[in-house]
Structure formats: structure tokens, C-alpha cells
């Protein structure tokens, strides 16, 4: 089992920034690859970000490219997104997620943090 703990969320202007953290508890970090996802008031779920279980490869949504920078300390168990020049669009609750290197899927979610972008 792997518990996943968000943080980092809350209330920030349009064109200002967060960092996301991510907390698991597991003693293999590095055997999971690392997702963050999002999910509007009324929208389905969508994935935002990916990196891989050493952090050799990223991989982004087209609207946060460019904006946002997803990142890991495996030796902290820690998974990172910044996310800069935010966007009112960009309001959802942010989700980190596990996946293990033999999944086909994300197996382990988090309880999800708030991020709300004002204009």
C-alpha cells in the first residue's frame, strides 16, 4: 500500500505561482512512477503531469507545457509540480498518483488539494 498526501494548494492571483508536494509512505518511492492529475468543478478528472520513477522523463499536458515543472527527491519519497504564470482555468483540485513500474495503471491516489486561481 502506498498513502499519498497532497499539499501546497490554496489561493493565488492569476499570473502568480505554487509548488505542489506530494508525500508517500513507502519504502520503495522509486518503484513508482509519479502523476499529478486535476479535476474541475463538473469536469472529468484530467492528467496534468508524469515522471518516471528516476526522473530522467517528464511528460505534460498541452495547457500546463511550458508553465508548470513536475519533479521528484526520491530520497525525501516527495513528488513536486510547479506551476508558474497560473491561469484562472487552472482552478481544480490537484491530485497526486502511483504508479508501479509492472502497472498498467495509476493504483494510489491522494485526498486532492485545492487550488484556486482568482482573476
Known amino acids: 500500500q502506498v498513502q499519498l498526501v497532497e499539499s501546497g494548494g490554496g489561493l493565488v492571483q492569476a499570473g502568480g505561482s505554487l509548488r505542489l508536494s506530494c508525500a508517500a509512505s513507502?519504502?520503495?518511492?522509486?518503484?513508482?512512477?509519479m502523476g499529478w492529475f486535476r479535476q474541475a468543478p463538473g469536469m472529468e478528472r484530467e492528467f496534468v503531469a508524469t515522471i518516471n520513477w528516476s526522473g530522467s522523463s517528464t511528460s505534460y499536458a498541452d495547457c500546463v507545457k511550458g508553465r508548470s515543472t513536475i519533479s521528484r527527491v526520491n530520497a525525501k519519497n516527495t513528488v513536486y509540480l510547479q506551476m508558474n504564470s497560473l491561469k484562472p482555468e487552472d482552478t481544480a483540485v490537484y491530485y497526486c498518483?502511483?504508479?508501479?513500474?509492472?502497472?498498467?495503471?495509476?493504483?494510489?491516489w491522494g485526498q486532492g488539494t485545492q487550488v484556486t486561481v482568482s482573476s
Open positions: 513507502t519504502r520503495t518511492f522509486s518503484d513508482y512512477h
Open positions: 498518483a502511483a504508479r508501479h513500474l509492472r502497472a498498467s495503471g495509476y493504483g494510489y
